[in-house]
T-cell receptor, first 114, second 113 residues
Framework: GENVEQHPSTLSVQEGDSAVIKCTYSDSASNYFPWYKQELGKRPQLIIDIRSNVGEKKDQRIAVTLNKTAKHFSLHITETQPEDSAVYFCAASPFSSNTGKLIFGQGTTLQVKP | EAGVTQFPSHSVIEKGQTVTLRCDPISGHDNLYWYRRVMGKEIKFLLHFVKESKQDESGMPNNRFLAERTGGTYSTLKVQPAELEDSGVYFC???????????FGPGTRLLVL
């Protein structure tokens, strides 16, 4: 069935370093890939998304890349800050479902040490 | 603009009891989704409403779960009778007709003892 694998499950970096989280998806027809950030006790917030007709998208310190051939997409955070500490979820919208439901990865707990 | 709201924020019940969760989507959002996150695992899709109609309920675990969206506004998710494995965080999300950007509520933390 539809599946999204996310790695690593935990990631600890020093403030100012970069962080990279990777996801792979199983449905080659997936066409929409959002990333959500969930801070402790808060709701998941969309931080960036990419559609299948684009290979890369950047928003300040955050960027997402998509490799449709390999069915990979990645989140890159540069110049990390303590407030970037949170759980990050990748997701894919399987085109085959035609409902807009999201298939999520398992989440990555990012810790940025001051 | 008010975001997606959910009630209650927390619920602790005993096995066999009934619990009803409520979600109020962003005004004007036709699409409403329910998801669940069991401890430490991925957020899993439960079902999708378009207005008052169930578009996809393929993620509903079993017939102990009943979702409704009367009038196409708020939605309720009832679990009856609750089992231990139903514990988790239940999220609601909503979106406009184009279905892509989904806005999440804060979730309801359900603990079944």
């Amino acid at each position: 069935g539809e599946n999204v694998e996310q790695h690593p499950s935990t990631l600890s970096v020093q403030e100012g370093d970069s962080a990279v989280i990777k996801c792979t998806y199983s449905d080659s027809a997936s066409n929409y890939f959002p990333w959500y950030k969930q801070e402790l006790g808060k709701r998941p917030q969309l931080i960036i998304d990419i559609r299948s007709n684009v290979g890369e998208k950047k928003d300040q310190r955050i960027a997402v890349t998509l490799n449709k051939t390999a069915k990979h997409f990645s989140l890159h955070i540069t110049e990390t800050q303590p407030e970037d500490s949170a759980v990050y979820f990748c997701a894919a919208s399987p085109f085959s479902s035609n409902t807009g439901k999201l298939i999520f990865g398992q989440g990555t707990t990012l810790q940025v040490k001051p | 603009e008010a975001g997606v709201t959910q009630f209650p924020s927390h619920s602790v019940i005993e096995k066999g009891q009934t619990v009803t969760l409520r979600c109020d989507p962003i005004s004007g959002h036709d699409n409403l989704y329910w998801y669940r996150r069991v401890m430490g695992k991925e957020i899993k899709f439960l079902l999708h409403f378009v207005k008052e109609s169930k578009q996809d309920e393929s993620g509903m675990p079993n017939n102990r779960f009943l979702a409704e969206r009367t009038g196409g506004t708020y939605s309720t998710l009832k679990v009856q009778p609750a089992e231990l494995e139903d514990s988790g965080v239940y999220f609601c999300a909503s979106s406009f007709f184009n279905r892509e950007t989904q806005y999440f509520g804060p979730g309801t933390r359900l603990l079944v003892l």
